[in-house]
């Protein structure tokens, strides 16, 4: 059973890590196109708004990639933790909070490439999106549950 349900572990681990990895690649591609062609679709460089453009690409580009690192991280990290007999590692109660905080920061910045940096139909405006601000609280609130499972865990092992 435990051996079955590494095997199955390590796979989605895999899997997983292969979609993250595609991501980040797909990241990198974009951005480089995006920062060097000229044409629709890419970076419509103002004075004005050189600082909050170069934020929101750099943002985009570093948050989004750290995210995604970060997935592989927490992935790698479980598996070790299961093999070794562990159900939730304390190092991942972090991650999950730098997971949090790299989504808000990298999704704002995506979300905003278009109407803030390309100027695709837009005037330039910074969008706020409701989405992103829930779906960070959720990572938040999945955070502040897996500490009180490791508190628990933990404990569990102490009076063992």
């Known amino acids: 059973?435990?051996?079955?349900?590494?095997?199955?572990?390590?796979?989605?681990?895999?899997?997983?890590?292969?979609?993250?990895?595609?991501?980040?690649?797909?990241?990198?591609?974009?951005?480089?196109?995006i920062s060097t062609d000229s044409g629709e679709g890419c970076i419509a460089w103002h004075e004005d708004l050189y600082p909050v453009q170069l934020a929101i690409f750099a943002g985009r580009l570093i948050f989004k990639t750290a995210f995604y690192a970060l997935i592989i991280l927490f992935m790698v990290k479980q598996c070790k933790a299961i093999g070794s007999g562990t159900i939730f590692p304390r190092t991942n109660v972090t991650v999950i909070y730098t997971m949090a905080a790299c989504y808000l920061v990298g999704e704002f910045c995506d979300s905003n490439m278009e109407s803030a940096v390309m100027f695709c139909g837009s005037s330039g405006a910074i969008e706020i999106n409701i989405d992103i601000i829930i779906y960070t609280i959720?990572?938040?609130?999945?955070?502040?549950?897996?500490k009180v499972a490791v508190d628990v865990s933990e404990e569990n092992n102490l009076t063992i």
């Open 138 to 146: 959720l990572l938040v609130v999945f955070g502040i549950l897996y």
């Open 1 to 33: 059973m435990k051996t079955k349900i590494n095997k199955g572990l390590n796979g989605t681990t895999i899997f997983v890590s292969l979609l993250c990895v595609v991501n980040i690649v797909w990241i990198l591609c974009q951005s480089y196109f």
